[in-house]
Nanobody, 122 residues
Framework: QGQLVESGGGLVQPGGSLRLSCVASGFTLEYYAIGWFRQAPGKEREGVSCISAVDGSPSYEDSVKGRFTISRDNAKNTVYLQMDSLKPEDTAVYYC???????????????WGRGTQVTVSS
């Protein structure tokens, strides 16, 4: 049974940084596109970033472009989300998800993690 586990969340001041990790087990992550999603209280879940399985090309939601960087280490079965210049509006539970299809936030994903809380506050 495949599984994704996120880690790296926490409390950080505005302008600070966090690096989230998404570790896969039970399947080979390199064959999947990996997306990061977030859900803030009272809001719908939204796609934040995705990294392709084919060529590792990244994509970002407009509000995080230039601040977040997604990367993957297939040898470690891990995808990272480096988050810099964090803002209070980035506060949410962050989830990673794997799809055997192309990056598409609206598509069905095969595996989901349980999420890690990110809180940006002074």
């Amino acid at each position: 049974q495949g599984q994704l586990v996120e880690s790296g969340g926490g409390l950080v001041q505005p302008g600070g940084s966090l690096r989230l990790s998404c570790v896969a087990s039970g399947f080979t992550l390199e064959y999947y596109a990996i997306g990061w999603f977030r859900q803030a209280p009272g809001k719908e879940r939204e796609g934040v970033s995705c990294i392709s399985a084919v060529d590792g090309s990244p994509s970002y939601e407009d509000s995080v472009k230039g601040r977040f960087t997604i990367s993957r280490d297939n040898a470690k079965n891990t995808v990272y989300l480096q988050m810099d210049s964090l803002k209070p509006e980035d506060t949410a539970v962050y989830y990673c998800a794997a799809t055997s299809l192309m990056c598409d936030f609206g598509s069905s994903h095969d595996y989901w993690g349980r999420g890690t809380q990110v809180t940006v506050s002074s």
